[in-house]
Nanobody
Framework: QVQLVESGGGLVQAGGSLRLSCAAS????????MGWFRQTPGREREFVAA????????KYVDSVKGRFIISRDNLKNSVYLQMNSLKPEDTAVYYC?????????????????WGQGTQVTVSS
C-alpha cells in the first residue's frame, strides 16, 4: 500500500523559513514526478511545486518562484520543499503527492497518491 507522510510544518514569522519533507513508501517512486500542493479553508487545493522523476526538471507557481525550492532524494523515496522568505499568504495545509508520469506537471488530476497534509502558519 502506498503511503506518503509529510512533516516539517509549523508556525513561523513572516520572513522565516521552513523545510517540508515527504517520505513515500509502498513502491519505488524514482520513475514518477512528485509535487507539493496547498489548501486553505474554503478554497481549492492549488499547485505549489513539482519535480520530475529524475529530479532534473522542476515547476513552480509564480507566487513562490525565487522563494521555494523543491528537491528529491530517490534513494530515500523522499521529496522536500524548502520555503524561504515566507509570507502570511503562504499559510495553508501543504500536501505532497506522487504523479502518474515521470515529468513534472501542475494539474492535480495527474497525481494519484496524496499525503495527509501538514499545517504551515506564517504570522505577520
Amino acid at each position: 500500500q502506498v503511503q506518503l507522510v509529510e512533516s516539517g510544518g509549523g508556525l513561523v514569522q513572516a520572513g522565516g523559513s521552513l523545510r517540508l519533507s515527504c517520505a513515500a513508501s509502498g513502491r519505488p517512486f524514482s520513475s514518477y514526478a512528485m509535487g507539493w500542493f496547498r489548501q486553505t479553508p474554503g478554497r481549492e487545493r492549488e499547485f505549489v511545486a513539482a519535480i520530475s522523476g529524475s529530479g532534473g526538471s522542476t515547476k513552480y507557481v509564480d507566487s513562490v518562484k525565487g522563494r521555494f525550492i523543491i528537491s528529491r532524494d530517490n534513494l530515500k523515496n523522499s521529496v522536500y520543499l524548502q520555503m524561504n522568505s515566507l509570507k502570511p499568504e503562504d499559510t495553508a495545509v501543504y500536501y505532497c503527492a506522487v504523479g502518474r508520469y515521470s515529468f513534472a506537471t501542475v494539474s492535480l488530476s495527474n497525481y494519484d497518491y496524496w499525503g495527509q497534509g501538514t499545517q504551515v502558519t506564517v504570522s505577520s
